[in-house]
């Protein structure tokens, strides 16, 4: 079946340094993926989003990029800061189907 | 316009009770998730209401879990004889269109339940 791969955290950075989560996926056809952040205390948002090849989703200085080739989705920022501090989530949904998550990446931006 | 609500955000009781859970989606969607968010577990799909079609129930752990979806909004997931490792955030999403993988899901904040 479908399933997300991401790299397993905490990630502790500081604020201004370059973020990448890697995210990396399996599924049959051409599904749609996502990145949703969960802040400290709250609910999912959703971050951002792409449904097709070299699709480059982006939102808040988030970016992430569709790399069919590669089944991978990987989420970049160029400078981080304290309040980027969450967990984030990789995510697929293919065809008529719920979302696949990934584990979550927890995130902490100190100072 | 109001979010996806869910209630009670706390729930404690004990092993072997049953327990309530409570969605309300976002006015006009259609399609209503429920998911569970545990340690070491990540996030896990339980079951998916599309408009008045039947529920997919593929991500139901055990038969002591069910939901209903009662006039095309509010849904209530219902765990009987809870059990310990029934302990987790349980999510619940709605999103407008019934199909198609573009469509965006709006999460709830989830309820936090705790089986002593």
């Known amino acids: 079946g479908d399933s997300v791969t991401q790299m397993e955290g905490p990630v502790t950075l500081s604020e201004e340094a370059f973020l990448t989560i890697n995210c990396t996926y399996t599924?049959?056809?051409?599904?749609?993926l996502f990145w949703y952040v969960q802040y400290p205390g709250e609910g999912l948002q959703l971050l951002l989003k792409a449904t097709k090849a070299d699709d480059k989703g982006s939102n808040k200085g988030f970016e992430a990029t569709y790399r069919k080739e590669t089944t991978s989705f990987h989420l970049e920022k160029g400078s981080v800061q304290v309040s980027d501090s969450a967990v984030y989530f990789c995510?697929?949904?293919?065809?008529?189907?719920?979302?696949?998550f990934g584990k979550g990446t927890r995130l902490s931006v100190i100072a | 316009g109001a979010g996806v609500s869910q209630s009670p955000s706390n729930k404690v009781t004990e092993k072997g009770k049953d327990v309530e859970l409570r969605c309300d989606p976002i006015?006009?969607?259609?399609?209503l998730y429920w998911y569970r968010q545990s340690l070491g577990q990540g996030l896990e799909f339980l079951i998916y209401?599309?408009?008045?079609?039947?529920?997919?129930k593929s991500g139901l752990p055990s038969d002591r879990f069910s939901a209903e979806r009662t006039g095309g909004s509010v849904s209530t997931l219902t765990i009987q004889r809870t059990q310990q490792e029934d302990s987790a955030v349980y999510l619940c999403?709605?999103?407008?269109?019934?199909?198609?993988?573009?469509?965006?899901?709006?999460f709830g904040p989830g309820t936090r339940l705790t089986v002593l």
């Open positions: 006015s006009g969607h259609t399609a």
């Open positions: 209401f599309q408009g008045n079609s039947a529920p997919d």
């Open positions: 999403a709605s999103s407008r269109l019934a199909g198609g993988n573009t469509d965006t899901q709006y």
């Open positions: 599924a049959t056809g051409y599904p749609s």
């Open positions: 995510a697929l949904r293919g065809g008529n189907t719920p979302l696949v």
